[in-house]
């Protein structure tokens, strides 16, 4: 069965530094994965995901994303934090022949000015 | 913009009444989704849709149903409200694109008293 965890439910990076959010899968086979962002009041929007063209996925407003197959993770970054940034950020994995997503439950990032 | 609207986006209800949301998507896709968003859970599956009249459960649909009887709407309905049924919940669609992506709606805000 599918599976997400992200790890740690608040993050908090000062204005400038080095954004990482960490997401670890599970999949019997291999995986889709995405990064979904939530600004407050809105729905899901996405960021990224990946498809096995390439292991570096690159994303909008700067993020991008990491695939490492052999340590099962999908970890978020974005070299320089923006106060804009501040938002809920979902880790979500899906397989091939699976018609859902599965979602993990969310890190929030706090980003101090 | 995937063009979803739910509606209402704001409701509150008594226990025991029912209640209906909806869902409508402008392009015609054939998968549509039903999720609810709670604090320390993520977003959890309650029902999803793979065609007209087509409909099956996800993680959380006891006292949860749902009716598609044309592509662009998808309803939920609460038969009796509960207050563990409070939540924001948020419609999904998937474009039919090979790597299972979905796109979300701007959410309801369901408050049972």
């Known amino acids: 069965a599918q599976s997400v965890t992200q790890l740690g439910s608040h993050v908090s990076v000062s204005e400038g530094a080095l954004v990482l959010l960490r997401c670890n899968y599970s999949?019997?086979?291999?995986?889709?994965l995405f990064w979904y962002v939530q600004y407050p009041n809105q729905g899901l929007q996405l960021l990224l995901k990946?498809?096995?063209?390439?292991?570096l996925v690159k994303g909008i407003n700067g993020f991008e994303a990491e695939f490492k197959k052999s340590e099962t993770s999908f970890h978020l970054s974005k070299p320089s934090a923006h106060l804009s940034d501040a938002a809920v950020y979902f880790c979500?994995?899906?397989?091939?022949?699976?018609?859902?997503?599965?979602f993990g439950k969310g890190t929030r990032l706090h980003i101090l000015p | 913009d995937a063009g979803i609207t739910q509606s209402p986006r704001h409701k509150v209800t008594e226990t025991g009444t029912p209640v209906t949301l909806r869902c409508h998507q402008t392009?015609?896709?054939?998968?549509m989704y039903w999720y609810r968003q709670d604090p320390g859970h993520g977003l959890r599956l309650i029902h999803y849709?793979?065609?007209?009249?087509?409909?099956d459960k996800g993680e959380v649909s006891d006292g949860y149903s749902v009716s598609r009887s044309k592509t662009e709407d998808f309803l939920l309905t609460l038969e009796s409200a509960t207050s563990s049924q409070t939540s924001v919940y948020f419609c999904?669609?998937?474009?039919?694109?090979?790597?299972?992506?979905?796109?979300f709606g701007p959410g309801t805000r369901l408050t049972v008293l």
């Open positions: 999904a669609i998937r474009e039919g694109g090979f790597y299972n992506e979905q796109f």
């Open positions: 999949s019997s086979v291999p995986p889709y």
């Open positions: 990946y498809t096995s063209a390439a292991t």
């Open positions: 979500a994995v899906s397989e091939k022949r699976d018609d859902k997503i599965i």
């Open positions: 392009e015609n896709h054939r998968y």
């Open positions: 849709s793979y065609g007209v009249k087509d409909t």
